[in-house]
């Protein structure tokens, strides 16, 4: 099957990506939008590149886009809310954590960032809630022998 010129540039993005040459990447990924400006995996990949650059807010950006598009990317708002954890702004990363936990409370990751969130804006009652969850998590994974 025969690529789409979105797809290439999606592709030489990805291996930039790959060999760490984000703002190349970057570029990539936004032909690659341009040429198709519904490509959620274009959105959602140069968000990350920006996030690897430390552009946060470009970041949050695109990946609002791709929530925009799908409002239950996990990973999405997931990475979302770390970006804006390192813009300080906790009460945006609560709510994408809380969001990216309503589509998968197994989300471990997304469970542990919102604990030290809870702690670090005193809200204790909710990150005692956070970590009963994060013991039922442990308790299922080795159960069924993960990690």
């Known amino acids: 099957m025969k690529m789409t010129d979105s797809e290439k540039c999606y592709s030489i993005a990805t291996g930039l990506c790959t060999v760490g040459k984000f703002k190349e ?12 400006p519904l490509y959620l ?12 650059i430390g552009e946060r807010a470009k970041a949050i950006d695109d990946y609002t886009k791709v929530i925009g598009m799908d409002p239950t990317n996990e990973h999405a708002l997931y990475r979302r809310a ?9 009460g945006k990363a609560i709510e994408d ?23 670090e804006m005193g809200k204790d009652d909710q990150a005692i809630e956070d970590f009963a969850q994060a013991i039922r998590i442990c308790r299922k994974d080795i159960r069924l022998g993960v990690g």
């Not at 990447?25 to 341009?34: H, M, R, V």
């Not at 995996?41 to 968000?47: C, D, E, P």
């Not at 954590?97 to 702690?119: C, E, Q, V, W």
């Open 25 to 36: 990447a970057i570029i990539e990924y936004g032909k690659a939008i341009e040429i198709d």
């Open 41 to 52: 995996g274009a959105f959602y990949m140069r968000a990350f590149a920006y996030d690897a």
């Open 82 to 90: 770390l970006a804006y954890t390192a813009l300080d702004m906790p």
């Open 97 to 119: 954590l809380t969001k990216t936990l309503s589509i998968n409370p197994m989300h471990g990751d997304a469970l542990s960032k919102r604990i030290m969130l809870d702690i």
